[in-house]
């Protein structure tokens, strides 16, 4: 299924396969697109193959088949410069924040400068004045300006991954895959990241992001994707999803909903 039309597709997978050994397929002919500012949360059990879906569509694994394109550029004929541009586009938020935990907020969130600087500023954190801005306003885009200059590992949990949100504004990447990234938050934490990330895409950048909470992904995502076996059995917008629908997603599994 297509997103609606709102500027067109920012990232599309097209028939994706991915087969580890001889028969284990992660995944299978999956395809989908999601628009810029569009907000889709990838559901399934464990095993349904979302975190190979993610490395697929980063680059980070080469399928056995299909392809990932980003705005009508398909990823798999990009080579040198133009392979490179197009993957600044692509930004990645896991689970565990990654963030440097001994430099402050702002120094990280500098960190995602890294593609379009000298690597000279970045080894010596010496950033000319304007990424310094783009830094701070970003901070401030997900509600951390006033805890710029404090050190990483004095943050909670939900504030370092804010500043993760942060980092992938810096690198003003238009597509951001988010794998987990309020699994190991209480819920208050939780939903905060979920409103930042919401806001995000309504800013027009297309959001995608794995989730365990179905009630969460029904609360913040425009759209619901659902694997299975490797398999897309759920693709609509969230009003269309009802308790049925997140049954059949889970059921082989033994799963509550």
């Known amino acids: 299924m297509s997103p609606p039309g709102n500027g067109g597709t920012a990232i599309r997978a097209e028939g994706l396969v991915k087969t580890y050994g001889h028969d284990v397929r992660a995944v299978a002919d999956v395809s989908f697109a999601v628009a810029p500012g569009e907000f889709v949360a990838v559901l399934g059990p464990s095993g349904a193959g979302k975190t190979t879906l993610f ?64 690597t000279w500023r970045v080894l010596l954190r010496r950033f000319a004045a304007p990424d310094r801005q783009l830094a701070l306003s970003c901070l401030d885009r997900v509600g951390m300006l006033d805890r710029a200059y404090a050190r990483a590992d004095q943050l909670s949990g939900g504030q370092q991954q804010r500043v993760a949100i ?23 934490s939780a939903a905060s990241v979920l409103e930042t990330l ?8 297309a959001v995608i992001a794995s989730l365990h909470q179905v009630h969460l992904a029904m609360s913040y995502a425009d759209r619901i994707v659902a694997l299975r076996a490797g398999r897309i059995v759920e693709d609509a917008p969230v009003g269309r999803v009802d308790a049925q629908a997140i049954e059949r997603i889970y059921e082989r599994n033994g799963e509550a909903a």
């Open 55 to 118: 490395r697929c569509l980063t680059g980070l694994t080469r399928p056995d088949g299909g392809s990932v394109s980003m705005h009508g550029r398909e990823l798999g004929r990009l080579h040198g410069r133009a392979l490179r541009s197009a993957r600044r586009e692509i930004a990645l938020i896991f689970q565990q924040f990654n963030l440097i935990r001994r430099l402050s907020a702002v120094q990280n969130v500098l960190a995602g400068r890294l593609a379009v600087v000298p």
């Open 198 to 205: 919401r806001a995000v895409a309504a800013a027009g950048v």
């Open 166 to 188: 942060a980092r992938a504004l810096a690198q003003e990447a238009t597509v951001i895959l988010a794998d987990e990234p309020v699994a190991s938050l209480d819920p208050e």
